[in-house]
């Protein structure tokens, strides 16, 4: 007779949890339509006031989303102006976007989400762009309090010395006079919290930042092929002027950086057969 029970008991459990899941997933599902609805105001909002009011909105709804149980892995669909990346191992996902205002200006927003491996006893770090990238930040670690601002759009590990690191390639539109393309890395360490930067490339600085005529498109992307890092190559139009980054214009080759054992490898100004 108590087997019975406890079959009918486990049945009732089970069917409980089923319930509790499929709420759970339809509440979801709202979460991220309201999502779809504030992005079109952050991208097409008739005034600043309503660009941000609906961004502070986007973010809290991300933040509650992500804060549900078993949100590691809900499959979000394509939801613009919102870029969703992580690695294969799945050890973090990364949640990226920006707010273009009306006077041009742009601001950034990233949060980190990070679990274990059953995607339970997650943190969440919530990162507002501070100022955007210059040159004198090349060589500093940066903790996620000091994160200068910009859209990733692709993630590529690499393991130096038999530690893991995450080379993160973005985008930062900066003025209406330069565009910013910059290699990042971040890496994780057990029980702390994530850092920018590292000194796994062979010109001696933590990341890498790429600053151009905004009038130019340059092209700046991972060919899994080659194991390179691939960018256009840039050269002042006048071809003397230096750090005058308004007038950098790609002049039909690239540079490139190598993925070794040893880390980024740099070389300058050459060719690709598979590049046009």
């Given at each position: 007779m108590w087997i019975k029970k406890y079959k009918i008991i486990i049945f009732i459990?089970?069917?409980?949890?089923?319930?509790?899941?499929f709420g759970q997933e339809d509440e979801m599902r709202d979460k991220?339509?309201?999502?779809r609805q504030l992005t079109e105001l952050i991208l097409n909002g008739g005034?600043?006031?309503?660009?941000?009011?609906?961004?502070n909105e986007f973010k809290k709804?991300?933040?509650?989303?992500?804060?549900?149980?078993?949100?590691?892995?809900?499959?979000?669909s394509e939801i613009q102006n919102l870029n969703i990346l992580y690695p294969k191992d799945k050890k973090f996902k990364?949640?990226?976007?920006?707010?273009?205002?009306?006077?041009?200006?742009?601001?950034?927003?990233?949060?980190?989400?990070?679990?274990?491996?059953?995607?339970?006893?997650?943190?969440?770090?919530?990162?507002?762009?501070?100022?955007?990238?210059?040159?004198?930040?090349l060589n500093k670690i940066l903790n996620h309090k000091e994160w200068y601002g910009c859209l990733y759009y692709e993630i590529i590990p690499?393991?130096?010395?038999?530690?893991?690191?995450?080379?993160?390639l973005g985008w930062d539109n900066n003025t209406s006079i330069t565009t910013k393309k910059i290699i990042e890395v971040i890496k994780f360490e057990k029980k702390k919290d994530p850092i920018f930067g590292a000194d796994?490339?062979?010109?001696?600085?933590?990341?890498?930042?790429?600053?151009?005529?905004?009038?130019?498109?340059?092209?700046?992307?991972?060919?899994?092929?080659?194991?390179?890092?691939?960018?256009?190559?840039?050269?002042?139009?006048?071809?003397?002027?230096?750090?005058?980054?308004?007038?950098?214009?790609?002049?039909?080759?690239?540079?490139?950086?190598?993925?070794?054992?040893?880390?980024?490898?740099?070389?300058k100004n050459i060719y690709l057969n598979n590049k046009k």
């Open positions: 459990l089970s069917f409980i949890s089923f319930s509790s899941s991220e339509k309201q999502l005034n600043d006031s309503i660009k941000r009011t609906s961004n709804n991300l933040i509650d989303l992500l804060n549900m149980r078993k949100s590691y892995s809900y499959k979000f990364l949640f990226s976007w920006f707010v273009p205002y009306t006077t041009e200006a742009y601001t950034y927003h990233l949060i980190i989400q990070t679990c274990n491996k059953r995607g339970r006893k997650c943190k969440i770090y919530n990162l507002t762009s501070k100022k955007s990238l210059e040159t004198e930040t690499i393991k130096v010395n038999k530690k893991k690191y995450y080379t993160l796994i490339f062979n010109n001696n600085q933590k990341r890498i930042l790429i600053e151009y005529s905004s009038d130019y498109s340059v092209s700046l992307q991972y060919d899994d092929k080659l194991n390179y890092i691939v960018y256009d190559h840039l050269e002042p139009i006048d071809e003397i002027s230096t750090n005058n980054f308004s007038i950098y214009v790609p002049n039909l080759s690239y540079d490139v950086f190598k993925k070794t054992d040893f880390g980024w490898k740099q070389e």
